[in-house]
């Protein structure tokens, strides 16, 4: 059972150039969220997702856009990259919303030059 | 707009000894609140969790205080060994939202 897989585990880029990176589970959970982890912030909700083909906004969304076209992948898409979004990202999912346990992939550390 | 503050950022505690680490929340519609351990390279895991109707929850050395009216809550770890050296993250929801506010993390060190 692989939980939570998010790819790649590592990116550069350059300011402007677009990636988008890719979270999977395999537990059927019905919400995935999108974080981004950086020094004494803590972690901060990019995007959520409460179900196949929703999404809303977290607490940090603007330069990112999602998708959750399948009910098991949530995709996290940069239109074009700015030094700011040097982070560790991570992906997680819940059965459902808070008061369930959130599992989380193992970060995706981009960095843009 | 920071909704829980988590202090202190960073803690350096000997072996055997008692760690603490507190957070405060804003929000009164919070019902939910976890604690989520990090080891280096890791993404966060569930560590503990309570609800408001109890004061105190403890798994093992591992041990929440929560208090309603101060609208604080703590993680204490007794009896602290070096594999206890992580990042802690506090973090509080309401059953009624999709999501949980994370605390901006506090660093363990656990010297042997």
């Known amino acids: 059972n692989a939980g939570v897989t998010q790819t790649p585990k590592f990116r550069v880029l350059k300011t402007g150039q677009s990636m988008t990176l890719l979270c999977a589970q395999d537990?059927?959970?019905?919400?995935m969220y999108w974080y981004r982890q950086d020094p004494g912030m803590g972690l901060r909700l990019i995007h959520y997702s409460v179900g196949e083909g929703t999404t809303a906004k977290g607490e940090v969304p603007d330069g990112y856009n999602v998708s959750r076209l399948k009910k098991q992948n949530f995709l996290l898409g940069l239109e074009s990259a700015a030094p700011s979004q040097t982070s560790v990202y991570f992906c997680a999912s819940s059965v459902q919303g808070a008061g369930n346990i959130q599992y989380f992939g193992a970060g995706t550390r981009l960095s843009v030059l | 707009q920071q909704q829980v503050k988590q202090s202190p950022q960073s803690l350096i505690v000997q072996k055997g000894g008692i760690s603490i680490i507190n957070c405060a929340y804003e929000n009164t519609a919070f019902d939910y609140f976890p604690w989520y351990q990090q080891f280096p390279g890791k993404g966060p895991a569930l560590l503990i969790a309570i609800r408001p109707d109890v004061s105190e929850k403890k798994e093992g050395r591992f041990t929440i205080s929560f208090n309603k009216s101060a609208k604080q809550f703590s993680l204490h770890i007794m009896d602290s060994q070096p594999g206890d050296s992580a990042t802690y993250f506090c973090?509080?929801?309401?059953?009624?939202?999709?999501?949980?506010?994370f605390g901006q993390g506090t660093i363990l060190t656990v010297h042997p």
């Open positions: 973090a509080a929801g309401g059953t009624s939202y999709g999501k949980l506010t």
């Open positions: 537990m059927n959970h019905e919400y």
